[in-house]
Nanobody
């Protein structure tokens, strides 16, 4: 059974850091593009960061460039999102997703598999 499970969310003060993890089971992530997306209440789901399965290239939304870093550990079948200098506007449910084409762009419609999400709340 194909499954993606996110973890690492929580409540953090502005300026703080969190690392989100995405664990895959039922398939190997090696050649999949992996994306992190988020959705805040009343807003559309947006792409945050992604990493290609073909060449490892990464993509970031302008709003998180310089603060977030995506990485993957194929040996562990895991993908991570390190989030630094968090802001209240980063508050959302964060989802990881897998793209079987391998491209790994920031377009939700490209993705075949989705996790259930993990809540990130940035507040003082």
């Amino acid at each position: 059974q194909v499954q993606l499970v996110e973890s690492g969310g929580g409540l953090v003060q502005p300026g703080g850091s969190l690392r989100l993890s995405c664990a895959a089971s039922g398939f190997t992530l090696d050649y999949y593009g992996i994306g992190w997306f988020r959705q805040a209440p009343g807003k559309q789901r947006e792409g945050v960061s992604s990493i290609s399965g073909s060449d490892g290239s990464t993509h970031y939304a302008d709003s998180v460039k310089g603060r977030f870093t995506i990485s993957r550990d194929n040996a562990k079948n895991m993908v991570y999102l390190q989030m630094n200098t968090l802001k209240p506007e980063d508050t959302a449910v964060y989802y990881c997703a897998a793209d079987s084409s391998g491209w790994g762009r920031l377009t939700p419609i490209d993705y075949d598999y989705w996790g259930q999400g993990t809540q990130v709340t940035v507040s003082s």
